[in-house]
């Protein structure tokens, strides 16, 4: 039985007179996912993809969808999107097999180059949490004694929360998963339900991919630093926490943390002649 | 007792999901289903953590099915061949399809909405007793579900079992 | 008025301008140019430099209908770039300083590539991408700096290029990138290279590898032709570059972008960077080859511009440094 036909069985005119007959079917390509989103809340418009918050199978969702950009040759276009989107699934699902919280994925559609994913509740990005501590943080500095313990109560959480990155990283590349794009707003803090404690789930694996290399492992966390310090003024010791947990955490840090001096030396002693 | 979702993305599908206990003619369900006598997928229920693992492959099947990519020959069987890890289809129906001995079966039916008398004369078809769908939690067999998926302990402190199944049915074509 | 000259002479080329607030007034340049699959050595562009330096700065004057009576500040490029043709032109410039009696000012070059930009395209706070044959970075103004959200992190963009240009023997007269934009407009198949981002940074040392294992190759056995290796490795690499613009303007919240060295006045560069720009609703601006490419207006309106906010670098304060990052400088005369 051909699909068509069976669809056409499934559903046929008697019972449904608005329903286009099977033959119609073929033409229709996926072009449903896209314009399935045109109702759904846009939450992130993206330098390459735009990020909707919706229901899917009755579950809280997001939708990732992956554009194509004009400005590249359309080979090129076509390979990196459908390449990237591949590489998130991958990834994420990788990450999930050694006890790294990301994202559940429910369903690819790589003609759409749409990702759904578990909608990740209660959380907020580690960018925004560190930004908020910060500023609360600044507003009590010329206030009471109580305002400074306060204060230093942040300052505390803080330094566990880099402690939290730093080990989860450290898993990360000891399963060789390179995130690619390692930013504080690639990581969502996640609020245990009771309110005990949060987790930290990490996101947006589009230009992830898999090495043992120390290397791409430093630049990894090169890439984190810069991200990091230039979103976060006066955070030099809080990064230093994080590395030093990472350290403590991933089996092979020694290898890896050399490199990142390299890389961080390459960027200043680079010849720059022109 | 039936369990209804309209596929979002399809707003002309709906999955209903019928769980029967106690079915005493499953070969003979079997046989209809391959003769096309049964317009629905037979499901081996204990392979099933929950009803949503039915849904995700029902959404992946009929988008399969608009595109032209079924990896099998039915909307039926691409349900079920859906719902296995690997690309082994002759494995998936083995697994996840109804056997011949079988004494509970998942009845997944894709319909439009409103099809009342079509589910029920499928359902008809059924000698069994028919129970809650939510009731597939208690027939799972979770060390086989885990053996067969890959699923270790580690995974299970991020997330759920669910998660760790449906994760692996999304993206088993390019793993 | 303020009349600020320039000195640069940072790599291949030297040039000498003269910027009166605002307004060009000359910038005469010369190039030195070694054949096809060599580059140049520090020692003879110092030499080429030296040998031409006198002539230039007679061009500058004369065009600009100035004496050195009439000079303010006399600007020269402290660094980045190669060590011996940075003191050949240190030296004249702090010579001439002496003889004239004015002020010296050490110029950082990425920043004289930055507000020649600002200059002649009136962009207002853009994010800058910089870009030519030793540098390639993302830079964007914050807190009294310069910043660098996005570089590479191995070799420069036009140092990929010019390489390139070395491996398939294409002329370096009038500069190798210009020939590959040529070359490139004749090609039309498309030939897959690594193509690597990272974050907001980018990597050519793999795609140079690659293409300098597989370029002869693929030429000899009519693959695919030159000006088909030329159009594929600039898509490639310019799609890198726009990549890692757009992701540090959507990280900065900006809607401006400036192109600037001399990889800037490829014009492909230009159309793709305008193309992702209108995609964003944002604006782009660009210069052609007069100010992208190393001159000495480019020094000479830095100059300017520090000069006017009270900074003078003092004659035994004048050396050069052959590395010198561009968010080491304290920018005095921005809010």
């Not at chain 1, 194509?68 to 989107?85: F, I, N, P, W």
């Not at chain 1, 995130?179 to 992830?208: A, Q, W």
């Not at chain 3, 002539?55 to 770039?81: R, S």
Request: charged share 25%; with cysteine.
């Amino acid at each position: 039985m051909t699909p068509d036909h069976l669809v056409a069985l499934l559903c046929p005119p008697l019972h449904n007179p608005r329903r286009r007959r099977g033959g119609n079917m073929a033409p229709e390509k996926s072009a449903t996912v896209p314009q399935f989103l045109r109702g759904a809340e846009l939450v992130k418009q993206g330098a390459e993809a735009r990020v909707y918050r919706t229901q899917f199978l009755g579950r809280p969702t997001i939708v990732k969808e992956r554009f194509s950009k004009r400005y590249r040759h359309v080979a090129l276009d076509e390979k990196l999107t459908r390449r990237r989107t591949v590489q998130e699934v991958r990834s994420i699902l990788r990450c999930r097999r050694a006890g790294i919280p990301a994202p559940a994925v429910y369903f690819v559609d790589y003609t759409s180059h749409c990702i759904f994913l578990e909608e990740i509740l209660r959380s907020s990005t580690v960018r925004d949490h560190i930004a908020s501590t910060q500023q609360s943080a600044s507003c009590t500095v010329q206030e009471l004694d109580r305002d400074q313990d306060r204060e230093l109560v942040q300052e505390q959480e803080l330094e566990q929360l880099a402690q939290q990155v730093g080990q989860i990283l450290a898993k990360m590349h000891d399963e060789d998963v390179i995130h690619g794009d390692l930013t504080t707003s690639n990581m969502l803090l996640r609020r245990s339900p009771e309110d005990r404690g949060s987790d930290l789930v990490l996101i947006d694996f589009g230009l992830s991919y898999i090495s043992a290399l120390p290397e791409d492992k430093g630049v990894d966390l090169y890439v984190l630093e810069k991200a990091f310090l230039s979103t976060h003024p006066h955070t030099e010791a809080l990064f230093q926490k994080l590395l030093k947990s990472y350290s403590a955490s991933s089996k092979k840090s020694s290898a890896v943390l050399k490199k990142l001096d390299e890389v961080r030396l390459r960027g200043r002693k680079r010849s720059m002649v022109g | 007792m039936n369990l209804t979702q309209e596929l979002e993305l399809f707003p002309d599908h709906t999955v209903t999901q019928m769980l029967f206990k106690e079915v005493k003619n499953a070969a003979e369900l079997r046989q209809s289903a391959v003769d096309g006598r049964i317009n629905g997928a037979l499901i081996n229920p204990t392979m099933l953590v929950n009803p949503f693992q039915v849904l995700v492959a029902a959404n992946k099947a009929v988008h399969l099915q608009l595109i032209g990519k079924m990896k099998t020959r039915s909307l039926n069987s691409e349900i079920i061949f859906n719902l296995s890890p690997t690309n082994n289809i002759s494995e998936a129906f083995k697994r996840f399809g109804t056997s011949d001995g079988d004494e509970s079966v998942m009845l997944v039916v894709v319909h439009c909405k409103n099809e009342s008398q079509l589910l029920e004369d499928i359902a008809a078809q059924v000698d069994g007793r028919q129970v809650p769908v939510e009731d597939v939690s208690w027939l799972s067999d979770l060390a086989k579900i885990r053996k067969l998926f890959k699923v270790a302990p580690q995974e299970e402190t991020c997330g759920t079992l669910l998660d760790a199944v449906v994760c692996r049915m999304a993206i088993k074509d390019v793993m | 008025m303020t009349v600020v000259i320039g000195f640069e002479g940072s790599a291949n080329k030297i040039g000498i301008g003269i910027i009166r607030d605002g307004e060009v007034l000359s910038n005469p340049r010369r190039t030195y140019i070694t054949p096809p699959g060599q580059g140049f050595m520090p020692s003879d562009t110092a030499r080429h430099h030296r040998a031409v330096i006198l002539t230039v700065l007679k061009e500058a004057l004369e065009q600009a209908g100035l004496k050195p009576a009439d000079v303010d500040c006399v600007a020269y490029t402290k660094g980045p770039g190669m060590g011996a043709p940075l003191v050949t032109v240190a030296l004249v410039a702090r010579t001439v300083a002496q003889l004239w009696g004015k002020p010296l000012l050490g110029v950082n070059h990425c920043i004289g590539h930055i507000e020649m930009g600002r200059l002649i395209t009136k962009a207002n706070n853009p994010t800058v991408l910089y870009v030519s044959g030793g540098n390639t970075q993302v830079i964007a103004y914050s807190e009294r700096r310069y910043r660098i959200f996005g570089e590479t992190i191995d070799i420069a963009v036009g140092n990929c290029l010019d390489r390139f240009a070395r491996v398939i023997k294409i002329s370096n007269d009038p500069s190798p990138g210009y020939n590959i934009e040529q070359m490139a407009k004749k090609g039309s198949q498309y030939m897959e290279l690594p193509y690597t981002v990272k974050g907001m940074d980018v990597s050519f040392s793999g795609i140079l590898s690659y293409i300098e294992e597989a370029a002869n190759k693929m030429l000899s056995s009519g693959q695919c032709t030159a000006e088909d290796l030329c159009f594929s490795l600039q898509e490639t690499v310019f799609a890198m570059l726009v990549e890692i613009t757009e992701r540090a303007m959507a990280h900065c919240g900006s809607q401006e972008v400036l192109i600037v060295g001399g990889v800037g006045c490829n014009v492909r560069l230009q159309e793709m960077m305008g193309v992702m720009c209108d995609e964003r609703g944002a604006k782009l601006f660009a210069t052609d080859e007069r100010f992208c490419i190393d001159n000495g207006a480019m020094i000479a309106q830095a100059g300017w511009e520090m000069f006017r906010s009270g900074q003078v670098t003092e004659l035994e304060d004048s050396w050069i440094t052959q590395r010198y990052r561009t968010d080491e400088v304290e920018v005095t005369w921005r809010d």
